[in-house]
């Protein structure tokens, strides 16, 4: 059960951060008003959200999943992979400090995008990818063994994050995409494929029984639906632009 989320505006040079979609620049006033609808689902959903200022010196800063891990026992303050990322940090540690929760950071020479960490239960798999370093996942292991939690790595071939192409639905249920349904790290979970041409709606996100899907995947949605969960769907195509997912646009807790 979630009650909070923590989400960052994004800023007008958002038109400059790092992207591999090829999808065209991301048109900022949409971007705007996506992210008040993106807001309001997350209080649909039952969230109370906090909405940190947007920060013109960080242009993918909106994608405040990436720096920052809380878990019900501790937070962690990544080390994000990408360099024109590190600096997003001071903002959201400053944000969490007081959630009642003891502050952990990640430290160089490890790096660690939180869009890597899927949490399901007491169990984290980290994806090791171009943005988390094996440091990282050790670093963060360390970390989380402190609050008996434990962390499994998991090699990526394409993916930008774990999460990219995963999420956990509770209940034993993961969504998932390509590579990840024929891996035995996820064997044991009640796989729920989605479709290649929908691939992106596999950066869904739970929150207390309900869950987000980027509008325009009828065919994952649906699929979500027929389990059980109630469903919203939310346009996220101009963040999308720039690599980034549902998930990506907040830390929920
Ligand atoms: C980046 O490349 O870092 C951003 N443009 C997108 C980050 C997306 N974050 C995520 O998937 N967790």
Not at 135 to 149: F, P, R, S
């Amino acid at each position: 059960m979630f009650t909070k989320a923590i989400v960052k505006r994004p800023c007008k040079n958002m038109v400059k951060g790092i992207t591999t979609a090829g999808l065209g620049r991301p048109d900022y006033n949409l971007a705007l008003d996506q992210h008040d609808n993106y807001i309001e689902a997350l209080e649909a959903c039952g969230l109370s959200v906090t909405i940190l200022e947007a920060d013109e010196e960080f242009p993918d800063s909106t994608f405040i999943e990436d720096t920052c891990l809380v878990t019900p026992a501790c937070a962690v303050i990544t080390r994000p992979g990408a360099e024109t990322r590190r600096g997003e940090i001071s903002a959201v540690a400053e944000a969490v400090k007081n959630i009642g929760v003891p502050v952990e950071s990640i430290q160089d020479p490890s790096t660690l995008d939180a869009g890597d960490i899927m949490m399901t239960g007491n169990q984290y798999y980290v994806g090791l990818s171009d943005r988390t370093n094996p440091a990282g996942t050790d670093q963060l292991g360390i970390i989380l063994e402190k609050y008996g939690l434990g962390v499994v790595p998991v090699p990526l071939s394409s993916m930008l994050h774990l999460k990219t192409g995963l999420s956990f639905l509770e209940h034993n249920n993961l969504l998932a995409v390509g590579e990840f349904l024929t891996r035995q790290e996820f064997r044991n979970f009640n796989l729920m494929a989605v479709d290649e041409d929908e691939a992106y709606a596999a950066n869904s996100v739970w929150i207390n029984e309900r869950v987000m899907v980027p509008a325009g995947f009828p065919k994952t949605r649906e699929m979500i639906e027929k389990k059980g969960y109630e469903t919203l769907g939310v346009d996220v195509s101009e963040f999308r632009k720039l690599d980034g997912g549902l998930s990506c646009l907040s830390l929920r807790f």
